[in-house]
């Protein structure tokens, strides 16, 4: 099984993963990045987009020359090692949750719209259908206000999201 194959490897290693398949329903391409995929194409497919998609991923899986700490309140991003904290409290992320929270880190308090952050965290148009960015968006709240901790990814509606202190 695919997922199971993308969920082992995804434990295993960082390695970028394009899923290709002819499921081409929401609820499969969800299922698939969340069993790690960084990436989801149905065939079928033009050669030109492929490798498209493949230079974008290898593009996001260049890691940084120098490894830094995002900081926001008491929220903490170690580049270098891809671990998140909240206070002393480590988050662990999945490679995706890891690219958006890393994607608000580096904008704090500015907006990012639904299309920057297609572009910049799945390096596509996913289409407009799509609720993928708000199944991401609950999975990093879930990891990110654990025991009574506040908000800090805020829906700005009809907009995007923002990483700002609760009002």
């Known amino acids: ?24 329903d929401t609820k499969d391409r969800v299922s698939g990045l969340d069993a790690g995929a960084d990436d ?36 903490s991003l170690d580049t270098g090692t891809h671990r998140a904290y909240r206070g002393e409290r480590a988050i ?7 690219e958006l929270l890393e994607l608000f880190m580096r904008n704090p308090r500015q907006v990012l719209t639904r299309d920057v952050i297609f572009d910049r965290v799945w390096g596509y148009d996913f289409g407009g259908e799509s609720n993928i960015i708000e199944v991401y968006v609950r999975y990093l709240r879930q990891k990110t206000e654990q025991n009574g901790e506040p ?6 509606r009809g907009v995007g999201y923002v990483l700002r202190e609760e009002e």
């Open 1 to 24: 099984d695919g997922l199971e194959v993308c969920k082992r490897l995804r434990a295993a290693s960082d390695v970028p993963i394009l899923m290709l398949t002819a499921k081409d």
């Open 151 to 156: 908000r800090l990814v805020h829906t700005v």
């Open 40 to 75: 989801y194409m149905v065939k079928p497919f033009s050669v030109d987009e492929l490798t498209a998609r493949v230079r974008a991923l290898f593009r996001r899986s260049v890691p940084t020359s120098r490894p830094e700490i995002l900081r926001f309140g008491d929220l």
């Open 92 to 98: 662990d992320l999945t490679a995706k949750e890891y």
